[in-house]
């Protein structure tokens, strides 16, 4: 499925917000209700992200998830939400681009490349080569 870059922001969004009192009462987002289910359940959380990247056009998905990491403002709401979260924002970003990447190493590594030139996603290349490095 081919998902648009407002579909990617609020699930980045989603994956990056705290748990709080809403979520917990069931008034969070779907994604958040989800998660938080799985954990309560004592289930793997990241089998649900993974399966929602094993739904999506891989192909879109990166491009759009490298124009969001580059991306100095992304507009409201989602600017101020990265701003707020900004390690949990990264780390999504980050854990997204690799599960979309794996297992082409390769196309990892040209990801890798392409956010070194932009000082915005420096820091999830650096993060994405680190996880490179430790899967070798």
Not at 11 to 31: H, R
Not at 58 to 86: C, N, Q, V, Y
Not at 88 to 104: A, G, M
Request: with cysteine.
């Amino acid at each position: 499925m081919k998902r648009s870059k407002i579909e990617i922001l609020e699930y980045i969004s989603d994956l990056s917000a705290p748990t709080g009192p809403e979520v917990f009462a069931g008034y969070g987002t779907k994604t958040q209700n989800e998660i938080n289910d799985a954990i309560a359940n004592l289930r793997d959380s990241d089998i649900l992200i993974r399966d929602w990247v094993e739904n999506s056009d891989r192909t879109s998905l990166l491009h759009e998830l490298i124009k969001i990491a580059k991306a100095e403002d992304l507009g409201d709401p989602f600017s101020g939400i990265k701003s707020r979260l900004l390690d949990s924002w990264e780390f999504h970003i980050t854990d997204l681009i690799y599960q979309v990447c794996i297992p082409d190493f390769e196309r990892l590594e040209e990801v890798i490349e392409d956010l070194r030139t932009n000082e915005v996603s420096e820091n999830i290349a650096v993060e994405l080569d680190k996880w490179l490095r430790d899967e070798a």
